[in-house]
């Protein structure tokens, strides 16, 4: 293991997931995502990494954590933690295009 490797696995224990969830209103589990409402409206998808998941799989849990949001309606913004060394690419743009993106979201 490098220092590097040493390091983000240090940032990984202390400072993902649960760091994040704080002060969550609810927290649900979806795979390793954890879909968190805060007051003031704001949703929040977070993760520590995704186990390896293909963008297949990633897809479907952008369709599943949006559809959880959209669901109550004191969620007004949605932000995706996006994870670049972790998450591909593709996936990144699977979140946006579904709009998981909190200055662009909007209800239907």
Same mark, same amino acid.
């Given at each position: ?22 002060? %969550? @209103? +609810?927290?649900? $589990?979806?795979? #390793? ?8 409206? !704001? ?21 599943? %954590? @949006? +559809?959880?949001? $959209?669901?109550? #309606? ?8 996006? !994870? ?25």
């Amino acid at each position: 293991m490098t220092s590097a490797d040493h390091f983000l696995a240090a940032y990984d224990r202390q400072l993902r997931t649960d760091a994040e969830t704080q002060g %969550a @209103l +609810a927290v649900e $589990r979806l795979g #390793p995502l954890l879909m968190c409402t805060f007051a003031g409206g !704001r949703g929040f998808v977070t993760y520590r990494n995704l186990d390896g998941a293909g963008s297949r799989v990633i897809a479907r849990w952008v369709l599943e %954590a @949006l +559809a959880h949001f $959209r669901w109550d #309606p004191s969620v007004v913004r949605v932000e995706w933690k996006t !994870r670049a060394m972790i998450m591909r690419p593709d996936s990144m743009t699977r979140c946006c295009e579904a709009d998981l993106n909190p200055k662009r979201r909007s209800r239907s």
